[in-house]
């Protein structure tokens, strides 16, 4: 399968733990992108890379959270000092271009839930 | 703020019938749209993409509709099948920008056999 895979696919933690998600886009996609989704909303924005460069960062990205693609491949995410609030879907999402964003290929995602 | 959403978070159609899905936009700078099925369990996959220099554009089995006067985007599906159902949403991309894709809160479709 050469799709985009997250990793853990669901995590548990207790509130004010830290925790980290991992993704690895579809090789040779250049832009990398990290969704939040709520039950019943749609995905929001969190943040974006053009290979190793973090270009974009959604206001939702409070300074708990920080995302790195080291070398412009895989990209972690991490959140620290959990909240109940941040129990969601954590979508990751790879595309190919310069342009417009084009055609965002999606992982199936990592469920965090905060006790 | 300028968001993207849907009229009608439900839509249950008998299998077979035809199926339209409707979205309004407000951010009048954008002009690229994308609808995404999304099931239970799953990330959401690209269904089909229209400019805005077009207004209506067709893949298999189905249609987007882009009404640019009204920022009306519609989504159908021609004789929908059970496999159809899932969650809608539609997404829009500022050309230009390097914003990524701004979603709705979607339209739940459920196939009736």
């Known amino acids: 399968d050469t799709g985009v895979s997250q990793d853990p696919r669901h995590k548990i933690t207790k509130r004010g733990q830290n925790v980290t998600f991992r993704c690895d886009p579809i090789s040779e996609h250049n832009r990398l992108y990290w969704y939040r989704q709520t039950l019943g909303q749609g995905p929001e924005f969190l943040t974006y890379?053009?290979?190793?460069?973090?270009?974009?960062k959604s206001r939702l990205l409070s300074d708990r959270f920080s995302a790195e693609r080291p070398k412009g491949s895989f990209s972690t995410l991490e959140i620290q000092r959990t909240e109940q609030g941040d129990s969601a879907m954590y979508l990751c999402?790879?595309?190919?271009?310069?342009?417009?964003?084009?055609?965002?290929?999606f992982g199936e995602g990592s469920r965090l839930t905060v006790l | 703020g300028e968001s993207v959403g849907l009229h009608l978070p439900t839509l249950s159609v008998q299998e077979g019938d035809n199926s339209i899905i409707n979205c309004a936009y407000s951010n009048s700078a954008s002009d690229y749209f994308i609808w995404y099925k999304q099931e239970s369990g799953k990330g959401p996959q690209f269904i089909i993409d229209?400019?805005?220099?077009?207004d209506k554009r067709q893949g298999q089995r189905v249609t987007v509709l882009l009404n640019k006067t009204v920022k009306h985007l519609s989504l159908q599906i021609a004789a929908t099948q059970p496999g159809d159902s899932a969650v809608y949403f539609c997404a829009e991309n500022i050309k230009e920008g390097r914003r990524a894709l701004t979603f709705g809160s979607g339209t739940r479709l459920q196939v009736q056999p």
């Open positions: 229209i400019r805005s220099n077009m």
């Open positions: 890379f053009q290979n190793e460069a973090q270009l974009e």
């Open positions: 999402a790879s595309s190919v271009g310069q342009g417009y964003t084009g055609e965002l290929f």
